[in-house]
């Protein structure tokens, strides 16, 4: 029986297609026939609110008119020739491609167009924790499974939603609750996640680094380390230890707003536990420290050597189905191609593999660098693949005005009605799941097939999309690929350059992989020898220091965003799913009693939130959250047009968790 894979979140069900409804395989590693609402859900959006047809119009200010796929693609490559420089041309891809998408797109864009200005929606969302492996261990590389939940004494949620971002790895996690492994959730709200946590901790937002410092030095002080660990296998012990037994421990703790009694358990449980993994997402990623709050967790595992042992480690969730394979492939603009960042060996061995004389020499420009671009009137010509930048980039009236000023902005999607759309040129139809073939890879490093089941309608794959433009820019050999799995096999052989070939992927099977998973790098940190040039794991001395946006008399809340349960970001797929359709309203703002009792405000409310950036209105919910901080879901349409677009200094993810907002009442809506 034909199996494919979830293309929603990273855990990466696997499912077999019965009478055209989807099941999860039973015996199958990531989700052993589990799945969610919304997984099971897609084999009823394959068909509704799709894309059709190519779309055209001269400017934005004009309707759309039908167009064909030749017309579109030599109309692109005679644009992509008349630009005046490469850095002029963006692409904007997504951690949903599958890796033969992910894989054509960078080599269409960084091997023959020559920009490196090739970026993707894992810069809002994974960026973070990739900075922070490649500095704490040297590579971009998750060192824990989820099957090692089972091995495990106490997991940290820090940050993570698991109930509702990741559905069926919580339910692992509430599996072996019931053998003993013990659960903290750290979290502003108190979620679905942390209504099944042996510990709640309701930190202050923003305040991570803080509490992580605080643990560090009480195992410091009551020598709970693993010395021999620390000694062979990290560097910078003794600069770390100073710097950070000068912290005040009370200060720390007070900046946490966190009662001594829930830190003493907490140290405790960490104390106590044999095996101990850590996992987040983007209650730390997001963040304008989401670098220093990443390696403010890799820290607490070096120091007492949880790492590489069965059951351990600082274990990041990734968000998308496909963001791993993203970053193998080379998606992010920091990296060339198969985990190789740039310098001139890396550009010649890729310019040898792929045979192109026009491989860019640095780094490009992150997502919303690209956009800070195009404000400038720096940008040509913008290619989106699988994603909906003007929906989900932070401070949306910024990036608004910014889409306004790209000459050509060509958007490739499945579905329609995407907000980027209404800024975009060419719309060009994809195959969506269901319809496509290829690999993905999740969380923890185990890729799959995914397999179509249903005809493509004469419609391309995004691979074939960016095949096509090549051609249509005479690169007809480069682009000359016949399936997927050709592809595959490519990107496979491309592998092999990646450093003292960790990246192990080539020695993988295309057709096998369809019922049997493959597992990159397995014994990657073999003997805790790291991929840092010394081999050692690295500790880093970090402060919280406050630089998120304040709040303030005008803006006395604090905005978190997120996810909710049933949801999938902008609800292309998920807001027309009949199953889901109950779950659809999501223009609420959630806020604590207290704070609406300040407000004279009543649940059911519509209330407008204005930041000074922009504004919307949700109906008030109450809920048990930190006071003086409300929470909208992403689903919420206008969510963006509130959020701050601070980045991290180093890993350019957004701070969007952390925004300054104020409530107003609107008078004549109170019911
Ligand atoms: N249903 C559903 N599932 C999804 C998605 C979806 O759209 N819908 N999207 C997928 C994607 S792309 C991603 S990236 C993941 C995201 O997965 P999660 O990050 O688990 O989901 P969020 O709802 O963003 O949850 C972040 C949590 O961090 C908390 N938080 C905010 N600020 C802070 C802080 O300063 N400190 C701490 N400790 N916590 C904080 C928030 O209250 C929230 O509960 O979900 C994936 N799964
Ligand atoms: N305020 C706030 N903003 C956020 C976040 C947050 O927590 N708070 N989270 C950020 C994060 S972590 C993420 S990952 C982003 C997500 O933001 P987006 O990536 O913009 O959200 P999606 O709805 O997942 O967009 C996927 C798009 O791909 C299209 N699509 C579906 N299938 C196919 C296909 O096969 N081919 C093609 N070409 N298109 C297809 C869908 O119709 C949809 O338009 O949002 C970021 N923005
Ligand atoms: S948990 Fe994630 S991968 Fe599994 S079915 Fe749900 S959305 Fe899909
Ligand atoms: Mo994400």
């Given at each position: 029986?034909?199996?494919?894979v979830?293309?929603?979140?990273?855990?990466?069900c696997k499912f077999?297609?019965?009478?055209?409804?989807?099941?999860?395989?039973?015996d199958?590693?990531?989700?052993?026939?589990?799945?969610?609402?919304k997984?099971?859900s897609?084999s009823?959006?394959?068909?509704?609110?799709?894309?059709?047809?190519?779309?055209?119009r001269?400017?934005i200010e004009?309707?759309?008119?039908?167009?064909?796929?030749?017309?579109s693609?030599?109309?692109?490559?005679?644009?992509?020739?008349?630009?005046?420089?490469?850095?002029k041309?963006?692409?904007?891809?997504?951690g949903?491609?599958?890796?033969?998408?992910?894989?054509?797109a960078n080599?269409l864009?960084?091997?023959?167009v020559?920009?490196?200005n090739?970026?993707?929606?894992?810069?809002?969302?994974m960026?973070?924790?990739?900075?922070?492996?490649?500095?704490?261990?040297?590579?971009?590389?998750?060192?824990?499974?989820?099957?090692?939940?089972?091995?495990?004494?106490?997991?940290?949620?820090?940050?993570?939603n698991?109930?509702?971002?990741?559905?069926?790895?919580?339910?692992?996690?509430?599996?072996?609750?019931?053998?003993?492994?013990?659960?903290?959730?750290?979290?502003?709200?108190?979620?679905?996640?942390a209504?099944s946590?042996?510990?709640?901790l309701?930190?202050?937002?923003?305040?991570?680094?803080?509490?992580?410092?605080?643990?560090?030095?009480?195992?410091?002080?009551?020598?709970?380390?693993?010395?021999?660990?620390?000694?062979?296998h990290?560097?910078?012990?003794?600069?770390?230890?100073?710097?950070?037994?000068?912290?005040d421990?009370?200060?720390l703790l007070?900046?946490?707003?966190?009662?001594?009694?829930?830190?003493?358990?907490?140290?405790?449980?960490?104390?106590?536990?044999?095996?101990i993994i850590?996992a987040?997402t983007m209650?730390?990623?997001?963040?304008?420290?989401g670098?220093?709050?990443?390696?403010?967790?890799?820290?607490?595992h070096?120091?007492?050597?949880?790492?590489?042992?069965?059951?351990?480690?600082?274990?990041?969730?990734?968000?998308?189905?496909?963001?791993?394979?993203?970053?193998?492939?080379?998606?992010l603009?920091?990296t060339l191609?198969?985990?190789l960042?740039?310098?001139?060996?890396?550009c010649?061995?890729?310019?040898?593999?792929?045979?192109?004389?026009?491989?860019?020499?640095?780094?490009?420009?992150?997502a919303?660098?690209?956009?800070e671009k195009?404000?400038?009137?720096?940008?040509?010509?913008?290619?989106?693949?699988?994603?909906?930048?003007?929906?989900?980039?932070p401070?949306?009236?910024?990036?608004?005005?910014?889409?306004?000023?790209?000459?050509l902005?060509?958007?490739i999607?499945?579905?329609q009605?995407?907000?980027?759309?209404k800024f975009?040129?060419?719309?060009?139809?994809?195959?969506?799941?269901?319809?496509?073939?290829?690999?993905?890879?999740?969380?923890?490093?185990t890729?799959?097939?995914?397999?179509a089941?249903?005809?493509?309608?004469?419609?391309?794959?995004?691979?074939?999309?960016?095949?096509?433009?090549?051609?249509?820019?005479?690169?007809?050999k480069a682009?000359?690929?016949?399936?997927?799995?050709e592809?595959?096999?490519?990107y496979?052989?491309?592998?092999k350059?990646s450093?003292?070939?960790h990246?192990d992927?080539y020695?993988?099977q295309?057709?096998?992989?369809?019922?049997?998973?493959?597992?990159?790098?397995?014994?990657l940190y073999?003997?805790?020898?790291?991929?840092?040039?010394?081999?050692?794991?690295?500790l880093?001395?970090?402060?919280?220091?406050?630089?998120?946006?304040?709040?303030?008399?005008?803006?006395p809340?604090?905005?978190?965003?997120?996810?909710t349960?049933?949801?999938?970001?902008?609800?292309s797929?998920?807001?027309?799913?009949?199953?889901?359709?109950?779950?659809?309203?999501l223009?609420?703002?959630?806020?604590n009693?207290?704070?609406?009792?300040?407000?004279?405000?009543?649940?059911?409310?519509?209330?407008?939130?204005?930041?000074?950036?922009?504004?919307?209105?949700a109906?008030?919910?109450?809920?048990?959250?930190?006071?003086?901080?409300?929470?909208?879901?992403?689903?919420?349409r206008?969510i963006?047009?509130?959020?701050d677009?601070?980045l991290?200094?180093?890993?350019k993810?957004?701070?969007?968790?952390?925004?300054?907002?104020r409530?107003?009442?609107?008078?004549?809506?109170?019911?």
């Amino acid at each position: 029986m034909s199996q494919t894979v979830c293309a929603y979140c990273g855990v990466g069900c696997k499912f077999e297609l019965i009478n055209h409804k989807l099941k999860g395989v039973k015996d199958y590693p990531s989700n052993q026939g589990m799945s969610c609402a919304k997984g099971i859900s897609q084999s009823q959006t394959i068909h509704t609110n799709r894309l059709l047809e190519v779309h055209y119009r001269d400017s934005i200010e004009e309707s759309f008119r039908p167009s064909t796929y030749e017309d579109s693609f030599q109309l692109i490559a005679e644009k992509i020739k008349q630009s005046t420089h490469p850095d002029k041309i963006g692409f904007y891809l997504s951690g949903q491609m599958l890796n033969e998408d992910y894989y054509v797109a960078n080599k269409l864009a960084k091997g023959f167009v020559g920009t490196a200005n090739c970026d993707t929606n894992s810069r809002t969302c994974m960026a973070s924790a990739v900075v922070g492996y490649k500095k704490s261990f040297g590579m971009d590389y998750v060192p824990v499974r989820m099957e090692e939940i089972e091995h495990c004494h106490l997991m940290i949620l820090i940050g993570a939603n698991t109930a509702e971002a990741h559905v069926v790895l919580h339910n692992k996690i509430k599996k072996a609750q019931k053998k003993g492994l013990k659960v903290v959730v750290i979290d502003p709200r108190f979620t679905l996640t942390a209504q099944s946590a042996d510990l709640y901790l309701p930190l202050k937002v923003g305040t991570d680094i803080d509490l992580l410092n605080l643990l560090a030095i009480k195992l410091i002080k009551e020598d709970q380390l693993d010395h021999d660990f620390i000694k062979e296998h990290s560097n910078y012990f003794n600069s770390y230890k100073e710097k950070l037994l000068a912290l005040d421990e009370k200060v720390l703790l007070k900046s946490t707003q966190l009662s001594e009694e829930i830190f003493e358990a907490f140290y405790r449980l960490f104390k106590q536990s044999k095996n101990i993994i850590t996992a987040w997402t983007m209650g730390i990623n997001q963040s304008v420290q989401g670098v220093d709050k990443n390696l403010a967790i890799n820290n607490l595992h070096i120091l007492t050597g949880q790492i590489n042992k069965k059951g351990s480690g600082p274990l990041s969730l990734t968000g998308q189905p496909n963001a791993m394979g993203g970053r193998e492939v080379g998606g992010l603009s920091t990296t060339l191609a198969v985990h190789l960042d740039y310098s001139e060996e890396n550009c010649q061995k890729v310019a040898d593999f792929w045979k192109s004389d026009k491989i860019p020499k640095k780094n490009g420009l992150t997502a919303f660098e690209m956009i800070e671009k195009a404000d400038q009137n720096g940008l040509d010509i913008l290619i989106i693949c699988h994603t909906d930048p003007v929906y989900h980039l932070p401070h949306r009236r910024f990036v608004e005005e910014a889409f306004k000023k790209i000459p050509l902005v060509i958007e490739i999607n499945a579905y329609q009605g995407s907000e980027t759309s209404k800024f975009a040129h060419i719309l060009i139809p994809a195959v969506p799941f269901g319809e496509k073939e290829g690999t993905q890879t999740n969380l923890d490093r185990t890729l799959t097939r995914v397999v179509a089941f249903e005809t493509k309608h004469g419609l391309l794959q995004d691979w074939e999309v960016f095949a096509q433009i090549g051609k249509h820019l005479g690169h007809e050999k480069a682009f000359d690929f016949r399936s997927s799995k050709e592809v595959f096999e490519e990107y496979q052989e491309m592998t092999k350059l990646s450093y003292r070939k960790h990246l192990d992927i080539y020695k993988a099977q295309y057709d096998d992989l369809e019922h049997t998973p493959f597992i990159w790098g397995e014994t990657l940190y073999d003997q805790n020898h790291f991929l840092t040039p010394d081999r050692k794991a690295n500790l880093f001395f970090i402060e919280n220091q406050n630089l998120s946006e304040q709040p303030s008399q005008a803006y006395p809340f604090i905005l978190l965003t997120g996810r909710t349960r049933d949801q999938w970001h902008t609800g292309s797929k998920t807001g027309y799913a009949e199953n889901l359709l109950k779950y659809k309203a999501l223009e609420f703002v959630e806020m604590n009693q207290k704070d609406a009792a300040a407000f004279q405000l009543n649940e059911g409310e519509i209330v407008k939130i204005v930041s000074s950036r922009g504004e919307l209105k949700a109906k008030v919910v109450f809920a048990d959250i930190n006071p003086k901080t409300i929470f909208i879901p992403i689903s919420h349409r206008d969510i963006n047009y509130l959020t701050d677009d601070t980045l991290d200094p180093l890993s350019k993810e957004p701070d969007y968790n952390h925004s300054a907002v104020r409530i107003e009442k609107i008078e004549s809506m109170i019911l």
